[in-house]
């Protein structure tokens, strides 16, 4: 079963906006991460933040992670048409487990 | 450098065909191998991950089995293809001693994806 549900499910806004995603997940966690996908692609690792970790940033990315809501937060500053993909949560509870969300899909158009 | 492969690209089987898709890491040795479904416009479903030769952990009961004959590779079967398995199977690996809770991060990193059709 999936641990993390993004939302929202799409987005599309402007290039030069801010785009805003959102995660939560249901059991506690060790880490997050987030994920992207380009269309018919395999997903890449985009940033990772941990458990005692509030926020973290990573070029135009910064992600929050507040466990005591069960949620996290991924924001694209300054999007570009290149950002235009699907982007994931990912949870690590423990061993080598890692459970994805359904994912939020962003257009950024030009 | 790593690297990792995932074959064939593209698959369109019939119904009540075999199905074998393959994977293969390079430039690291005993990783961690997994395997995941994804449905058109969906998530991702873990499948199986294997931490070690031989050591196959299924996570859905299904239609569908893995090999890990050597280190390095990952075999997705079946023996008997049904409409419900056509989606969109990626392969990934996560460097060894990554547990979570031993105070690794378990980061993942996926191949190319491989899009099978069952008619």
């Known amino acids: 079963s999936q641990q993390g549900e993004e939302d929202p499910q799409a987005l599309s806004i402007q290039e030069g906006e801010n785009a805003t995603m959102n995660c939560s997940y249901k059991?506690?966690?060790?880490?997050l991460q987030w994920y992207r996908q380009n269309s018919g692609r395999g997903l890449v690792h985009l940033i990772l933040?941990?458990?005692?970790?509030r926020e973290k940033h990573s070029g135009r990315l910064r992600v929050t992670l507040d466990t005591s809501k069960k949620s996290s937060s991924l924001l694209i500053t300054a999007s570009r048409a290149a950002d235009t993909a699907s982007y994931f949560c990912a949870t690590a509870a423990g061993g080598f487990k890692t459970i994805f969300g359904a994912g939020t899909r962003l257009f950024v158009k030009a | 450098s790593q690297t990792i492969h995932q074959w064939p690209a593209t698959l369109v089987q019939p119904v009540g065909s075999p199905l074998s898709l393959e994977c293969t890491v390079e430039g690291t040795s005993n990783p961690n191998l997994y395997w995941y479904r994804q449905a058109a416009g969906r998530g991702l479903q873990l499948l199986f991950y294997s931490v070690g030769i031989g050591q196959i952990s299924s996570e859905v009961p299904q239609n569908l089995s893995a090999s890990r004959p050597q280190d390095r590779q990952f075999i997705l079967s079946s023996k008997k293809l049904l409409l419900s398995d056509s989606g969109f199977y990626l392969c990934?690996?996560?460097?060894?001693?990554?547990?979570?809770?031993?105070?690794?991060?378990?980061?993942?990193?996926f191949g190319a994806g491989s899009r099978l059709t069952v008619l």
């Open positions: 059991t506690s966690i060790n880490n």
């Open positions: 933040i941990r458990s005692n970790e």
């Open positions: 990934a690996w996560s460097p060894t001693g990554t547990a979570v809770g031993n105070g690794g991060a378990n980061v993942l990193t």
